[in-house]
């Protein structure tokens, strides 16, 4: 029989580098041990990808939640919704006449309640959107292994958990826009792996994988990026996902549309929290990266390489158009 709550992962385009595979071999002793885990780290690291592909490795059927400010704990664990109406008539002996009518609520199993009690592994995606007090529910799943629906008016009060039920959290940084604090008492009951920037053979695999860029373009994309994000300093927002969206939109433009416009429109699209003083400054960064990028395609150097041409004049005393003060303070356009 099929089951609703099941999520089918398919992930045919995962690439497992060094980097990935290192956290996934840590994450899977962790779960088998029987504790549960939480990816954490900022935006476009891959971190509900990893959790995918983690809980597909378990061999288990997966539960997907993603959490919200929206969420209840009736969206967990279930809860008592419509109603089961039997009606009997009896009327086996002549002149005697007996109508019995008994009126129930019906009682759906939330996605909590059919991961525990079937053993399946459930992903907690973004579990720091929902209130703190909604994920109460997993104290007790994950310490004594057992789930309580004490006042929500199911027969079975407390449910045992399954043996093999795993869970798979993944986290944004609180400073995000959205995201509650997670209660000491659930941090103490998981282990936190947080996730930093992929390195780059991985960031290169990963466009190559997503967007069928050939390698050479890739990583020449992928280093142009780096040294934007490093100049745009704390605050920026360029993260592997953005060279997937820039490779897939250059490889389906099949040049009908420049270089320069295709970074330009993405990039600022995703630091949209910058001033419009420090876009203006991100957009003369772009054009000279962009430039700076075709320079060391042309004299076939690796990227990055000087070969002695200059690709542009910073004025005496500043590094890229970037003051002195902006380096000083630590963050290239962004104060």
């Known amino acids: 029989m099929i089951d609703n709550h099941v999520f089918e992962v398919k992930m045919p385009d995962f690439v497992e580098t060094e980097y990935f595979k290192n956290i996934k071999d840590k994450a899977i ?8 885990i939480n990816f954490s780290g900022p935006s476009g690291i891959g971190k509900t990808s990893l959790a995918l592909y983690v809980a597909r490795g378990l061999g288990r059927p997966v539960v997907f939640i993603h959490g919200n400010e929206e969420m209840m704990g009736s969206d967990l664990i279930g809860g008592n919704f419509g109603y089961h109406k039997r009606k009997m008539v009896d009327n086996f002996v002549h002149n005697v006449y007996l109508l019995e009518e008994d009126l129930e609520q019906r009682w759906a199993e939330g996605r909590l309640t059919a991961a525990c009690t079937k053993g399946y592994t459930l992903v907690y995606d973004e579990y720091t959107r929902s209130r703190p007090e909604v994920n ?15 006042g929500h008016q199911k027969k079975g009060q407390y449910l045992e958990v399954h043996p093999e039920f795993r869970v798979i959290f993944t986290s944004n940084p609180r400073e995000y826009a959205g995201v509650h604090k997670s209660q000491l008492a659930l941090d103490d009951r998981i282990i936190t792996m947080d996730m930093l920037e992929m390195d780059r053979d991985t960031k290169i695999a990963v466009t190559i994988a997503q967007s069928g860029m050939e390698e050479t373009q890739a990583a020449q994309l992928v280093d142009t990026l780096q040294r934007i994000k490093e100049k745009i300093g704390e605050g920026g927002n360029i993260s592997v996902r953005s060279c997937i969206k820039i490779a897939r939109i250059l490889q389906k433009a099949g040049g009908s549309v420049s270089h320069q416009d295709v970074y330009a429109d993405v990039l600022l699209s995703e630091n949209r929290s910058l001033l419009s003083a420090k876009s203006s400054k991100l957009t003369d960064l772009i054009a000279r990266e962009i430039s700076r990028a075709e320079v060391d395609s042309n004299s076939r150097l690796p990227v990055g390489a000087d070969d002695g041409t200059s690709v542009e004049q910073p004025v005496e005393g500043t590094t890229d158009g970037i003051t002195p003060a902006d380096e000083k303070s630590g963050g290239g356009l962004v104060d």
């Open 136 to 150: 109460n529910f997993l104290l007790s799943v994950l310490e004594e292994r057992m789930l309580s629906l004490t």
């Open 29 to 36: 002793a962790y779960l088998k041990a029987g504790i549960a």
